[in-house]
């Protein structure tokens, strides 16, 4: 069975918002995770690019995954520049 282009677009649109509900639900009741969350808003708020390479090292194996949510935050929270995350990501995983 193909999906038509509509049913495609209400697919997509359901996903968004259940990964915006989980986003929200875990942010509203998580103590950890809002606070994690805070940290690094607050560090790409400052421009400390030094101090985003460093938290983003601290999760250790992890770190490409929330370098990766990251990027997803700080698309969503438009004020914030791209370019710290990028250079905080050449600075912590080399160019490559």
Not at 17 to 44: H, Q
Not at 51 to 70: C, E, N, Q, T
């Amino acid at each position: 069975m193909t999906l038509g282009p509509r049913a495609v677009r209400w697919v997509r649109f359901a996903l968004g918002l259940t990964v915006l509900a989980a986003f929200g639900l875990a942010y509203l009741f998580s103590e950890g995770f809002r606070r994690e969350v805070d940290l690094a808003l607050e560090i790409l708020g400052r421009g400390d690019v030094a101090g985003l390479r460093d938290y983003i090292l601290s999760f250790g194996a992890w770190a490409p995954i929330v370098s990766a949510l990251l990027m997803v935050l700080q698309a969503l929270v438009a004020p914030l520049p791209a370019f710290l995350l990028s250079f905080a990501n050449g600075l912590a995983f080399g160019v490559f």
